[in-house]
């Protein structure tokens, strides 16, 4: 699966950001990189099943559980062609995008972490969200509860201000204020190139079941 050599071609990718070069050395990122990352959802596809058969572990070069290597630099100032990581999501079956709850590891030089939730969801899902924890406050609370014990932290962007008709003083207007339901837990290099990776994201991705059970609730999703 993956290994220091992954990350070598990472480091060299990020000092050699530009199509001629990865083109030149294409084989070196089949080997180091893409051929060890789909093995590796291969092998968590029943580990996947196991937590809910609604999320989906494909391993395919295009259109599967792997992100693609192309970066999207239309609306940003940094125009380099290609991540610098490897990201794989395990999304639920209905969803269509990345923007859909989801499993998740990532894998770079400079941070590797293993995630689940939901980034950066539409407006009508970020409501029906918000809504589902105005209501039903004790489930949510729980899911918390059991991501941090396991140490696992809720990250991603939040408002300012409350949102529009929830009150400021609402006992949960910080969670109602997020707009990303993504719980993070870092992991070490050693960890991701390990005989035991995949036995350790599934263990790990089973602590944070409650969160997506209950973010799939909030969509009227099967989980």
């Not at 991540?83 to 999304?91: A, E, H, M, S």
């Not at 014990?149 to 400021?168: C, K, M, N, V, Y």
Request: hydrophobic share 40%.
């Amino acid at each position: 699966m993956f290994s220091q050599q992954s990350f070598d071609f990472l480091t060299l990718l990020t000092a050699n950001n530009d199509r001629e070069w990865f083109k030149a050395n294409q084989s070196q990122y089949e080997d180091r990189v893409r051929t060890p990352a789909l093995n590796f959802i291969e092998a968590m596809q029943d580990p996947i099943l196991a937590l809910s058969p609604r999320f989906t572990a494909i391993p395919k070069k295009v259109g599967g559980s792997l992100m693609r290597p192309q970066r999207d630099s239309r609306f940003s100032k940094d125009k380099t062609p290609y991540k610098t990581n490897v990201g794989i999501q395990f999304r639920h079956f209905q969803a269509k995008d990345v923007h859909a709850p989801g499993f998740y590891v990532h894998v770079a030089n400079d941070e590797c972490f293993i995630a689940a939730g939901i980034w950066h969801p539409e407006s009508q899902a970020l409501n029906a969200i918000r809504h589902c924890i105005d209501e039903n406050p004790n489930g949510y609370k729980k899911a918390l509860a059991t991501l941090k014990q396991a140490g696992f932290e809720l990250t991603g962007d939040s408002l300012i201000r409350p949102p529009r008709g929830f009150d400021s003083q609402h006992p949960l207007i910080d969670e109602l204020k997020r707009k990303d339901f993504i719980a993070i837990k870092p992991v070490t290099k050693a960890q991701v190139c390990s005989d035991d990776f995949v036995e350790f994201c599934s263990k790990e991705f089973e602590q944070t079941r409650s969160l997506m059970a209950y973010l799939c609730f909030a969509l009227s999703l099967d989980f």
